[in-house]
Every structure is written in C-alpha cells, then in structure tokens.
C-alpha cells in the first residue's frame, strides 16, 4: 500500500527535509583530508541535536551510526569509523535522514574530498545526480512508478562515458517511498524491468525518495561481512544522490533542497510547487 499524505502531512516532512539539507552543508564542508567518517557523524548528530530531531539511521536494522559514508568502491551503507581517514583524492557518498514529529526526511550527494580528481570521477558524480533530477522531473500528475525509473536510466543511457563502455546502474537498490517510515512502498528501480509492470499512478500526496547509484563499472555488488557495506563487484568506485520528493497538486516540491527544487527544476521546464513552510 502506498501512503498517501496531506497537504499538513507534506509541511512537515518538508521540516524533516531542512534539516537533512543542514546535515548535508555541515557535513559536505567537513569532508576534508584528515577527517574520519567518524567525525562526519558526530557533525551530523550535532546538526540533528541543534534541530530537535531525531536520526532514522541509528538503530534501524541495527545500524550502528547516524549517517552512512560509502568512499570510493562502497557504494552505500558504509559504517562511520575512526578508522577511515578521508584522503586527497577520495570520493565519499554521505546519506542521511531525520525524523520531525514521526515525519521522515531522506537524502544524499556525492563528494570530492581534496582535490586531483579525475574527469571521469567528475562525470560519474554529475551523471548520477542529472539522472536524478531527471526522475524527480518525471513526478507528474498521471505518470507511473515506471516513468521515473525510465527517466533516471534513459539519461544515464545517453551519457557518454568518458574511456568507453557504460556506466553500471546499481541493481540491488534504488529508491522507496517515505512517510512516516523511512522505507515505504513503493520499490522504485532505477532501470525499468518490465517483469514488474508500470506500477502506481502518480498522484497528489506520493512521497517518494529518488536515489540512483552508479558505478564506473559492474552494477553487481556484495555485502561486506559487517552486513552492511555495500562495494561493487569489480572495485569499480561509485556515486549516490538522493532527494526525497512530494507530488502536490501544483507540482512536485523537494523536500529535502534548501529551496525546494525550484531552480533545478525550472531548468527542465518544471515549476516546483510552493514551499508549504514559505
């Protein structure tokens, strides 16, 4: 069943959106040489605390920490830890949510830690977030499930990818619907499978978190043996954005960009809604 919300139910996951937005600034500047992954979540367990909200990473499933950074060849779900010391040259993933008043906001980006990055790092990280927007663009009044799955594959289809071959679009995960759980249904593939059908229609009150992965390689991945870290088959490394997105009567508002997506939007041709908080 998907979880319809109303116009209030909407204001207040756009609260939870802020201030998963604020943990992304804070941490995004904290990403430097030097720093651990560890210190990358008691920055986002501050920003949470000066919030009044609560972390919907900590504890679920027995996760250990409030964000997950994923460097390099992990792709998601990577454990914050003394032990990993970002270094010049390293890309980390940060994905992060928190919850207001039972309400959840989810999101995450991909950063450049120092600097020496390749181009083809470069265009992996801009192709992942663009096929985002490209899916947050296809939340349309009468579109389905299967639309946005076929917007984010079509523009990283169309990508070139710097050195030949193709990118690898992660095939175990991909986005859910969120509400008042942080994971909800629907499943959303980032690549149509047409075994599992259209899916539901878009409508007024579908929240949906729209999170493509990309790898420079295989769309294969394992879990490490800590249950939780996700690395690609071949060692290829990867990027990870996500926004947790609202369909509204005029328009789809995310929730999770400081300004609710109008800017990027209007640059596909799409009015965002207004923001319910003003």
Known sequence: ????????QIAKMREAGLVVAAIHAATREAAVPGATTKDLDQVARKVLAEHNAKPNFLGYGGFPATICTSVNEVVVHGIPSDDVVLKDGDVISIDCGAIIDGWHGDAAFTAFVGSGH??????????????????????????RLVDVSRAIETYIRRQPKP?????????DYGGHGIGTEMHMDPHLLNYVDRRRGKG????????LAIEPMVSLGTPKTEVLSDDWTVITTDGTWSSHWEHSVALTEEGPLVLTAPDGGKAKLAELGVVAAPDPLG
Request: aromatic share 6%; hydrophobic share 35%.
């Open 200 to 207: 539901p229609k878009l409508v007024p009150g579908f929240c």
């Open 163 to 171: 050195g030949g071959g193709k990118y690898g679009i992660i095939e």
């Open 1 to 8: 069943m998907v979880q319809i919300k109303s116009p209030e």
């Open 118 to 143: 390749s181009p083809e790092l470069v265009e992996l990280s801009r192709v992942t977030e663009e096929s985002m927007w490209a899916g947050i663009a296809a939340m349309k009044h009468g579109n």
